[in-house]
């Protein structure tokens, strides 16, 4: 049979559950693995088996975790990322924690267990996720069972074309039970300061789908709470001693406490070895966290550097002439997460702008060429100045390289806050000390 007369054949059985959103066979007990090989050109493969755990219902949707495992087969074969999240039977979902470390944790979730469309007849992507990129699924052959579809990852605002980053393949649904059953795909992206691309070729097959009964639901649920409890007065922590700059908190023993107690408490949770992970990043980034709160510390609450900029188009900006609190944004083209900073902007300028806060953004990268065209290929108005000095950068306590950065100084010209990074988090820690100086 032809494909386009196949293809009708299911667009009709699909359309006769017209107003029907196609949904997963979820419920508590839920137990989704999935097996995944990936190679990055030039080396050995890598073995993962990604896991789905759905714990408990709320009305209409359910608590789960996602799961990742290294070392697959081998003896050393261990839990190696968690995140938790919650899922609706279409699966759309909601991430309750933000943390930059697990960001690809949700990349990954949104990628093998999309939201689906109404009915597989139609070209559909998924939302957006935290850093800014969504899935697009495009029907091209229908076979007995399932659908093959064309896949790629895009950039909300050709941030990807930016980037330099490209992923693509195809991926198989099944069309009774809904799961996705195997994807395959290719990402090609640059090498930091280099003209050299990496390749990562990735498979993942749904092994199985298992019901699970109400002890296996029970007993990992109460595992998860235990550690996630923890994971978050870990980043609670951190946060709070990342801000209380007035005494440079820069002892973090209570927070390095948490999980000595979780593992002493938790001999037997199959969370143990990630928990351990967890407690010797914490151990070996205390210097570098350190050192970053000294930078802060020695600038936050003193005077701005004087300087003058250019931008893009030769126009002069002068930080004294400027009687407004001001918005300093420094990014570069090479950065994801400075695009994502960038685009956001529109924000702070709808809420913040007409209250008198004036909001630069300074782009760091060797040419103008290079931030026109960013902001050109990103379909963006707003004016970027320009800066090649690092004493600028180094000044304001911003380490080299660290990149997105933002500065807020007051109408006095001091520096009121440095934040490094982007996301949810720093936005919202952002705008309350925006709201704090307006």
Request: proline share 5%; glycine share 6%.
């Given at each position: 049979?032809?494909?386009?007369?196949?293809?009708?054949?299911?667009?009709?059985?699909?359309?006769?559950?017209?107003?029907?959103?196609?949904?997963?066979?979820?419920?508590?007990?839920?137990?989704?693995?999935?097996?995944?090989h990936t190679t990055v050109v030039g080396?050995?493969?890598?073995?993962?088996?990604?896991?789905?755990?759905?714990?408990?219902?709320?009305?209409?949707?359910f608590d789960a975790v996602w799961a990742i495992y290294s070392g697959v087969g081998q003896p050393?074969?261990?839990?190696?990322?968690?995140?938790?999240?919650?899922?609706?039977?279409?699966?759309?979902?909601?991430?309750?924690?933000?943390?930059?470390?697990?960001?690809?944790?949700q990349e990954q979730v949104e990628s093998f267990v999309?939201?689906?469309?109404?009915?597989?007849?139609?070209?559909?992507?998924g939302p957006p996720s935290t850093s800014g990129w969504y899935c697009s699924y495009q029907p091209v052959e229908v076979l007995a069972d399932r659908v093959r579809c064309s896949f790629a990852q895009y950039g909300v605002d050709k941030i990807d074309q930016i980037a330099g980053t490209e992923t693509v393949g195809e991926v198989y649904f099944d069309t009774r039970y809904n799961w996705m059953r195997e994807l395959s795909f290719s990402t090609k992206q640059p090498q930091m300061g280099s003209a050299q691309y990496s390749i990562t070729q990735a498979k993942v097959t749904l092994a199985q789908v298992l019901q699970r009964d109400e002890k296996w639901a029970s007993e990992r649920k109460e595992e998860a709470k235990e550690f996630f409890n923890v994971l978050k007065k870990h980043d609670d922590s951190l946060l709070e001693a990342n801000d209380r700059l007035s005494d440079a908190t820069l002892n973090i023993s209570a927070t390095l406490n948490l999980w000595p107690k979780f593992l002493e408490k938790n001999v037997s949770s199959r969370f143990h070895q990630l928990a351990k992970n967890q407690y010797g990043v914490l151990q070996t980034s205390v210097p570098s966290l350190q050192q970053i709160w000294s930078h802060r510390k020695k600038v936050v609450g003193g005077p701005s550097p004087a300087w003058t900029l250019k931008d893009t188009q030769g126009g002069t900006y002068a930080l004294q002439s400027f009687p407004n609190p001001i918005l300093l944004l420094f990014?570069?083209?090479?950065?994801?997460?400075?695009?994502?900073?960038?685009?956001?902007?529109?924000?702070?300028?709808?809420?913040?702008?007409s209250k008198g806060l004036l909001i630069l953004?300074?782009?760091?990268?060797?040419?103008?060429?290079e931030a026109t065209q960013a902001l050109t290929t990103?379909?963006?108005?707003?004016?970027?100045?320009?800066?090649?000095d690092p004493n600028l950068v180094m000044a304001y306590g911003i380490p080299l390289g660290m990149y997105p950065s933002t500065v807020l100084i007051d109408k006095d010209k001091k520096i009121r806050d440095v934040r490094y990074g982007w996301g949810n988090q720093v936005k919202q820690e952002l705008m309350k000390r925006i709201k704090d100086l307006l």
């Amino acid at each position: 049979m032809p494909f386009k007369q196949a293809f009708l054949g299911v667009f009709l059985i699909l359309t006769a559950r017209a107003g029907f959103a196609l949904e997963y066979p979820v419920a508590v007990g839920t137990h989704a693995i999935f097996d995944a090989h990936t190679t990055v050109v030039g080396q050995f493969p890598t073995k993962w088996r990604y896991e789905l755990w759905v714990l408990d219902k709320r009305k209409d949707a359910f608590d789960a975790v996602w799961a990742i495992y290294s070392g697959v087969g081998q003896p050393n074969e261990t839990l190696a990322g968690a995140i938790p999240l919650t899922m609706k039977a279409d699966g759309s979902k909601t991430f309750p924690m933000e943390r930059q470390a697990t960001y690809a944790l949700q990349e990954q979730v949104e990628s093998f267990v999309p939201t689906l469309p109404p009915q597989y007849d139609q070209v559909w992507r998924g939302p957006p996720s935290t850093s800014g990129w969504y899935c697009s699924y495009q029907p091209v052959e229908v076979l007995a069972d399932r659908v093959r579809c064309s896949f790629a990852q895009y950039g909300v605002d050709k941030i990807d074309q930016i980037a330099g980053t490209e992923t693509v393949g195809e991926v198989y649904f099944d069309t009774r039970y809904n799961w996705m059953r195997e994807l395959s795909f290719s990402t090609k992206q640059p090498q930091m300061g280099s003209a050299q691309y990496s390749i990562t070729q990735a498979k993942v097959t749904l092994a199985q789908v298992l019901q699970r009964d109400e002890k296996w639901a029970s007993e990992r649920k109460e595992e998860a709470k235990e550690f996630f409890n923890v994971l978050k007065k870990h980043d609670d922590s951190l946060l709070e001693a990342n801000d209380r700059l007035s005494d440079a908190t820069l002892n973090i023993s209570a927070t390095l406490n948490l999980w000595p107690k979780f593992l002493e408490k938790n001999v037997s949770s199959r969370f143990h070895q990630l928990a351990k992970n967890q407690y010797g990043v914490l151990q070996t980034s205390v210097p570098s966290l350190q050192q970053i709160w000294s930078h802060r510390k020695k600038v936050v609450g003193g005077p701005s550097p004087a300087w003058t900029l250019k931008d893009t188009q030769g126009g002069t900006y002068a930080l004294q002439s400027f009687p407004n609190p001001i918005l300093l944004l420094f990014w570069t083209r090479t950065s994801w997460w400075s695009l994502m900073a960038l685009r956001e902007l529109k924000e702070f300028q709808n809420e913040f702008q007409s209250k008198g806060l004036l909001i630069l953004p300074i782009n760091v990268d060797n040419t103008d060429r290079e931030a026109t065209q960013a902001l050109t290929t990103m379909g963006s108005s707003v004016v970027t100045l320009r800066n090649t000095d690092p004493n600028l950068v180094m000044a304001y306590g911003i380490p080299l390289g660290m990149y997105p950065s933002t500065v807020l100084i007051d109408k006095d010209k001091k520096i009121r806050d440095v934040r490094y990074g982007w996301g949810n988090q720093v936005k919202q820690e952002l705008m309350k000390r925006i709201k704090d100086l307006l």
